[in-house]
């Protein structure tokens, strides 16, 4: 068990860091196609290199604290939620790292999140349905499952791939708008800005869904899995999370403020009928492997 | 190059001695520590059970024998010693006040008392993080132990008079899972 979870993390943090190489000569690429056709020469290549190590520190420091605000999220007041506050420092007495941050955002659906960069700089989010609809040991089940988020570092390699996917599909957009918005007065100077502006949106356009295939492959199905798992042994108990589960399914409605950058990190996809991308295994294939564990 | 050779063996040996020494007191240490989180976890439940029975008394004042056992247990786990004696009156106190909260169900107005339910929270919090307090503890004491027999780590553990710790007792119906709810 042990040696398995050193693996887990070490292939976590290796996979941030590899993601974040990839992604920084991506943007150098690009970068390098602005400068090559402004003709900003030496010093625009500078800046550009500066640029992103910046974005490489402010991603790596900040992407928690970015899905927090995404989202909405409010630190919750210890004396407004005891049983919460009670129920993460239970958990995480048990599965041995420090209590993180909690946070609550107002949503009726019932669901849940971790995120932040390692367990001594990590928060759990749990929505106001949640809280409503769960009992104590149900709400225990489910902290425990993002604990083991926590403890394993899944939460580092989810919360950096998904805020700068966010960024792509940001960018994306407001160059395919500005493309659409400005497209008349472009065709008529082809050269310079307006040229390398298509140019930028169609590898945007081209690339967006690569990386959206890229975050599935990283947060496989099996992540969750083994978080169901190994949150059902942190607290020795699977029915909480089972039970969780159960009502977490018959609940139909989408969440209002979840985009594409943040589903990944939810405990339940927030989005109904898994249109977007499926980041969920099905929740009845859940709730039966939990019901099959033994300790 | 005879002398050379012994001189290479004996530091092996010495080498290794402190090594063992070290690893020895690290464990003992982290059996200590992990021992005081269970020990901090039962001295705040102690304090929380004589405001418990208080505010039960007020609503249920007929159920005294409950109350008497609740406070007989908690006098006794309070003047026992070693986690062995500690644990197996901790443990009948755990079961007592499933008795007393199984008891305050037939009471509507003392489940309607907000420090009633305030207490019955504390005393979840507190018994939860007992149960895994004490996975912990008993995991490092089981290495504490085993090195102790480990051959040839034992030699190092005569000569510096270590004894096994006592485990903390896990009860019958716990085995298995931890899952408290009063």
């Keep these: 068990m042990k040696r398995t979870l050193y693996e887990l993390i070490s292939e976590n943090k290796r996979r941030t860091f590899l993601f974040l190489i990839i992604f920084s000569i991506f943007l150098i690429g690009i970068g390098y196609l602005f400068v090559y056709a402004l003709e900003w020469g030496t010093i625009g290549l500078i800046l550009i290199g500066l640029f992103v190590i910046l974005y490489n520190i402010i991603v790596y420091y900040n992407s928690d604290k970015i899905a927090l605000l995404s989202v909405g999220a409010i630190p919750a007041k210890e004396e407004d939620f005891k049983i919460l506050h009670n129920v993460v420092e239970e958990v995480s007495v048990a599965a041995g790292i420090p209590k993180p941050k909690v946070y609550v955002m107002n949503e009726m659906q019932p669901n849940a999140f971790a995120t932040g960069r390692n367990p001594q700089n990590a928060s759990i989010c749990v929505t106001t349905g949640l809280l409503q609809m769960m009992n104590r040991e149900e709400l225990q089940g489910v902290i425990a499952h993002e604990m083991s988020h926590i403890r394993n570092y899944d939460i580092l390699l989810m919360t950096v791939i998904g805020i700068v996917v966010g960024l792509i599909i940001l960018l994306r957009d407001i160059f395919l708008r500005s493309m659409w918005l400005g497209g008349g007065r472009r065709r008529r100077d082809r050269d310079g800005a307006g040229g390398i502006l298509m140019i930028v949106a169609l590898i945007l356009a081209i690339v967006s869904p690569i990386l959206v295939a890229l975050i599935r492959a990283a947060i496989s199905r099996q992540r969750e899995y083994l978080a169901d798992a190994d949150g059902a042994y942190i607290v020795r108990d699977p029915y909480g999370l089972a039970s969780a589960l159960e009502k977490i399914g018959l609940y139909k409605k989408p969440m209002q403020v979840a985009s594409d950058a943040t589903a990944n990190l939810f405990i339940s996809s927030p989005f109904m009928g898994e249109k977007y991308f499926a980041t969920h295994p099905p929740i009845e294939d859940r709730i039966k492997r939990l019901k099959s564990l033994t300790f | ?182």
Excluded: C
Excluded at chain 2, 2 to 30: D, E, H, P, Q, S
Excluded at chain 2, 68 to 77: C, D, F, G
Excluded at chain 2, 94 to 122: H, I, M, R, S
């Design chain 2, 1 to 182: 190059m005879f002398t050379w050779i012994i001189l290479l063996i004996v530091a092996v040996i010495v080498f290794w001695f402190i090594g063992t020494y070290n690893m020895f007191i690290t464990l003992k240490n982290r059996v200590k520590n992990a021992w005081a989180q269970i020990d901090v976890q039962l001295k705040r439940r102690y304090d929380l059970i004589p405001n418990l029975v208080e505010t039960v008394k007020g609503y249920a004042k007929h159920e005294r024998e409950v109350f008497e056992k609740v406070t007989e247990l908690r006098t006794r786990a309070m003047s026992a010693s070693g986690p062995k004696e500690v644990g197996e009156a901790n443990n009948m106190l755990t079961g007592a006040l499933k008795t007393l909260f199984a008891v305050a169900e037939n009471y509507p107005e003392l489940k309607a008392n907000e420090n009633f339910l305030k207490l019955q929270e504390e005393l979840t919090n507190t018994e939860n993080k007992i149960a895994f307090s004490r996975q912990f503890y008993n995991d490092i004491v089981m290495r504490y132990n085993m090195s102790q027999e480990k051959i040839p780590a034992n030699l190092v553990a005569k000569i510096m008079g270590l004894t096994p710790s006592e485990y903390y007792p896990v009860p019958e119906e716990e085995r298995g899972t931890v899952k408290v709810s009063f």
